[in-house]
């Protein structure tokens, strides 16, 4: 949907067809952009029958911010920052507020977000309700770790405030809790200093898997940020094959002196547009064999202390508005696993089966997660995660992804909701152990069910 029909939408609740960022599954609701609390509260109390869930950037890989016949709230109404402490990095602002935005605001007076995902066009609220990630979770954890407290808006109009204090069981249920336990009004987050917006970045080009591995774990004690782009078509000795980069924030000396009279200088504008349809076959097994290829070659074997900007290094695609729709009209399928420590024969099996199946993933990341947040639905745990995206017209992409659940599952493993559209509600039970304690504070919370999404729905959440 574009940003246009959402403001077309306004409060009346027009149906709008709606996709997440995968543009699969596409499903019909009324879309809502309420801009004020009480209007948040009203929009929940007519929300029945079919229940209502709250969407961000809609940046969430499939349904989870989508509610076939019943109400999806737009947060992006909800946009002011609510106050920002420049001595401490306290910052307190409403759910729709981007992190791009947190950004803009934070770097002026020399302030990150603790955790970025592979975009910054997300919400608080989105990066609270998938608790994400970013290349610091060795280092920093997930997202919901550096957040102080939550205002919620609980499906019986009731406002708490959560702390991991004063509130521990809503507070952690809502952070990964994916929109259910309520709408998040506002939030308060502790930034991190920096001293310039850029990175200081070495790079390695690993030959095979087993490179890249050892390679992830040496930079995780060296480096506040690391991670793998892989080769995921490469086989026999160059299966796995990765370029690594690792880097940390730049002080104001590590910059060349042309940086150095604005060191905190952050121009976030995408540079490109990708055309608004492209045709189906764009991207193919053979042309991401191609692409990969390049990219590989163009990468050093080694490289040290290159300075890059935030957007180069942590948001590389966001470099290209819209580059979704690359993968023509079918869309195309997230799939991201972690499985423990110790499973890495596990990661090896699974990139040889990917690899044997000339499954074309465009963009496949390999990272190493730290220690777990408290989050019931909370994807990190520690251990070794890998993302991939498939063309969702893939030939034998359900078969293959089937096998994939059921060796991270027998490892200990478990997917990803903010980019699962496929697991099977059993699969998902047994991933997350702690799923049966969110259902049963769901059923106390939200009896009539006024909180429901595409996702609750298939999964039983
Ligand atoms: C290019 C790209 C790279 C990505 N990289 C990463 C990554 O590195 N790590 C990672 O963890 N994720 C990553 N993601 C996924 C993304 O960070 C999450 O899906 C995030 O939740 C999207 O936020 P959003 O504001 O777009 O929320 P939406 O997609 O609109 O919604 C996501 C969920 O949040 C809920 N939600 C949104 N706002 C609220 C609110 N105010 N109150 C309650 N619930 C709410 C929705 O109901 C839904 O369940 C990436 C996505 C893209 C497109």
């Known amino acids: 949907m574009s940003e246009r029909a959402i403001r077309q939408a306004g409060m009346t609740g027009r149906p709008v067809a709606l996709t997440g960022w995968g543009r699969v599954d596409p499903t019909v609701a009324r879309v809502a952009e309420p801009s004020r609390r009480d209007e948040v509260a009203g929009l929940l109390e007519a929300a029945l029958p079919r229940g209502a869930i709250a969407r961000g950037l809609g940046r969430s890989y499939n349904n989870a ?14 946009r002011r920052i609510l106050s920002f402490d420049q001595a401490s990095g306290l910052i307190s602002c409403e759910a729709g507020v981007s992190l791009e935005t947190l950004m803009t605001t934070g770097l002026q007076a020399g302030w990150f977000v603790p955790v970025s995902p592979g975009t910054r066009q997300v919400t608080i609220g989105g990066a609270i309700a998938a608790d994400v990630h970013g290349k610091n979770h060795h280092r920093a954890g997930s997202f919901a770790r550096h957040v102080r407290w939550i205002d919620l808006l609980l499906p019986d109009g ?8 004063a509130n521990p069981r809503l507070f952690w249920a809502t952070a990964g809790g994916m929109g259910l336990t309520g709408v998040i009004l506002r939030a308060e987050l502790q930034l991190t200093k920096v001293e310039t917006s850029r990175l200081v970045v070495d790079t390695v ?45 730049a002080a104001v000396a590590d910059l060349p ?16 547009r990708a055309p608004a349809s492209c045709p189906p076959g764009l991207i193919t097994r053979y042309t991401v064999a191609l692409a990969n290829e390049a990219w590989y070659r163009k990468a050093p074997r080694r490289r040290e202390g290159e300075i890059q900007t935030i957007g180069t290094f942590f948001h590389p695609l966001d ?20 499985v423990p420590f110790g499973q890495e024969q596990v990661v090896r099996a699974l990139v040889e089966r990917i690899s044997a199946a ?5 963009v496949t990341v390999l990272k190493r997660f730290g220690p777990a947040d408290e989050g019931y639905l909370s994807f990190p745990m520690p251990g070794w995660t890998l993302a991939l995206d498939f063309p969702a017209r893939t030939p034998g992409l359900t078969a293959l992804l089937l096998g994939l659940d059921d060796a991270v599952l027998t490892a200990g493993g478990r997917v990803y909701l903010a980019k699962d559209s496929r697991v099977s509600p059993e699969v998902l039970a047994a991933m997350y152990p702690r799923l049966a304690d969110f259902r049963q504070l769901r059923a ?12 609750s729905r298939r999964l039983g959440l």
Request: proline content about 5%; some cysteine; overall charge neutral.
């Open 65 to 78: 911010a989508q509610n076939e016949g019943g109400l999806v709230i737009m947060t992006t109404g909800l």
């Open 158 to 165: 009731r406002e708490l405030r959560l702390s991991p204090d």
């Open 205 to 249: 080009r690993t030959v095979d898997l087993d490179e890249a591995m050892a390679c992830l774990a040496e930079a995780d004690g060296r480096y506040g940020y690391t991670v793998a782009w892989l080769d995921c078509l490469a086989s026999g000795k160059r299966l796995g094959r990765s370029v690594v980069t690792s880097g940390d924030f």
């Open 257 to 272: 002196a042309t940086d150095r009279r604005q060191p905190l200088a952050f121009s976030p504008a995408a540079r490109l």
């Open 319 to 338: 470099g290209i508005r819209n580059w979704n729709t690359v993968y023509g009209p079918g869309g195309f399928r997230q799939y991201q696993f972690v």
């Open 358 to 362: 000339h499954a074309p993933s465009f």
């Open 444 to 455: 106390e919370l939200d009896p009539a069910g006024r909180l429901a999404s595409d996702l």
